[in-house]
């Protein structure tokens, strides 16, 4: 059986779930997401795999209800890095950070718990410094693999 719920997305833009078979909305589809559950999303019509479209529209709901994730600046840089021969890097750059930074929630949320049982300090500045190691690795194997990074250039020289 197949892990990935397929929802199919009709003419009359209405969304059905056939893993439970009734008709979802974006909330639900956002409530799918949080709760990692793999979808599909099908255009019934065409055919055509539209999941990164809705994604987006679920995004840009969020973006709409308050305290937006993405500022202006953000998004026109973002804007501006399509078609730049760096995009690839961007992208890969931006879900290797998000990667990264959800791995170091995760982490503090257990060295939290870690503090409220036993009390120690040490454990913050512990954790403050994994985590600055953590982004110079990151930062550093960005670079190196664009050959940008002190590696690279060493490496360039006769």
Known sequence: MDDERIIKKYPNRRLYDTGVSKYVTLADLRSLVKDSIKFRVI?????????????????????????PFFSTEVLEQIIRSYGDAMQGFMSNYLKESLELFLQQQRLMQEQMAGLIKTGPLSVLSDLAQQNVRLWQDLQQSALNSYGLGPQARTEDKP
Not at 45 to 67: P, V, W, Y
């Open 43 to 67: 255009d019934v019509k065409t055919e055509d795999d539209i999941t990164r479209n809705i994604l987006m529209q679920i995004i840009t709901e969020e973006e709409d209800k308050g305290s």
